[in-house]
């Protein structure tokens, strides 16, 4: 089974994008949207929204679905009409006008315990989509890492200490010190999408000793 990625960033049109072109585009992003390995853009572009928030779920990792990003949709185009006139006026008008769409982007693979960074751009040639550029820099998998990106971080990390806490059978209200020594613990003695119930009987000592002083 494929370990997918989840992505999360922000697209830029970079040129001279037309009107008929953002339109075209908008028909396509659509299309994208709508795969299991998906870029989904938060709105559609127009002339004064040329930047839009974007999240994905990678072919593994975020860079498969930008390579394979002409082959898929040129796949679905056989069976739509509508799609296949939008992507290759899109493709021919890309490469006229020398424009293109950046990328810039966290990507977690938790199977791997994968966090990196990226951008990319995608431009055009006669006939295809093609990656102009690419680059990615990997980041320690580790909760200060994962709480500066989108990631729902805060909720996962608030999820695991009540989780702990409950494990612990702790019934008394907690002070906020306590709660401080606590999630200081969880973010240096585990990392995200971990799961209290597979904590080591010495690290549920440790927490134990922090509650109760």
């Known amino acids: 089974m494929a370990n997918n990625s989840s992505v999360y960033g922000t697209m830029a049109l970079e040129g001279a994008w037309t009107p008929e072109m953002i339109g075209n585009l908008n028909i396509v992003m659509a299309e994208w ?3 299991t390995y998906y870029i989904a853009a938060e709105g559609d572009f127009s002339a004064d929204g040329l930047t839009q ?3 994905a ?3 593994w990792a975020f860079n498969l679905n ?3 990003l002409h082959v898929w949709t040129k796949r679905e185009c056989q069976t739509k009409p509508l799609l296949k006139t939008a992507f290759e006026q899109l493709i021919a008008e890309m490469h006229r006008n020398c424009c293109s769409i950046s990328f810039v982007y966290s990507e977690e693979e938790n199977g791997n315990q994968i966090l990196r960074d990226g951008t990319a751009k995608i431009g055009a040639d006669n006939s295809s989509l093609i990656v102009a550029s690419l680059s990615e820099q990997n980041c320690d998998y580790c909760w200060n890492e994962f709480l500066k990106r989108d990631f729902c971080g805060e909720s996962m990390l608030e999820e695991l200490i009540d989780e702990i806490i409950a494990l612990l059978h ?3 209200d ?3 010190d306590t709660e401080l020594a606590i999630e200081h613990w969880v973010k240096e003695n585990t990392i995200p999408n971990d799961d209290a ?3 080591s009987a010495e690290q549920l000592a ?3 000793l922090i509650i109760t002083g």
């Open 206 to 208: 440790e927490l134990k």
């Open 57 to 59: 779920c990678g072919r």
């Open 170 to 172: 702790v019934n008394d």
């Open 33 to 35: 949207a709508s795969w």
């Open 174 to 176: 907690l002070s906020e």
């Open 197 to 199: 119930g597979e904590l």
């Open 66 to 68: 930008l390579a394979y």
């Open 53 to 55: 928030k974007f999240n």
